[in-house]
């Protein structure tokens, strides 16, 4: 995954976990951030702020989350650290490539569908 990118699913983890922690103050300021960036070079950005407070996103996210906030944040923690290192998209079981629309749906998942049903499965 290219860095832009990376960078936007970035902002959408923090601004999620601060929703889970009731964190007002780090949503305004991914907020703020995000609307300081438009009109620069936001084209190439797949998440735009408008989306992330859209009444869809606030379904999706509430669909994706919650039996244990706690584990969540754990999740979302983990998914921030390979962001760092570069690894974030790819499935942390089978090495493949995380689709997109797996990622806007759940971005803190660490794995690609097929794994997360093997694992349901099980
Ligand atoms: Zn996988």
């Known amino acids: 995954m290219k860095k832009p990118d990376m960078l936007a699913y970035k902002d959408k983890l923090q601004l999620i976990r601060a929703q889970l922690r009731g964190d007002v103050s780090t949503m305004a300021e991914v907020a703020l951030r995000k609307s300081g960036m438009e009109g620069s070079d936001s084209n190439g950005m797949p998440i735009h702020m408008a989306e992330l407070g ?14 244990a906030e706690e584990d ?3 999740l979302i923690d983990a998914a921030l650290e390979r962001i760092e290192q570069g ?7 089978c090495e493949g490539v995380i689709p997109k629309a797996r990622l806007n749906a759940i971005p803190y998942t660490p794995v690609c569908i097929k794994c997360a049903e093997q694992m349901e499965n099980h």
Do not use: P
């Not at 859209?54 to 039996?67: H, K, R």
């Open 72 to 74: 969540t944040l754990s």
């Open 87 to 93: 690894a974030y998209g790819k499935c942390v079981q």
């Open 54 to 67: 859209s009444d869809n996103f606030e379904q999706e996210f509430t669909l994706g989350l919650i039996e």
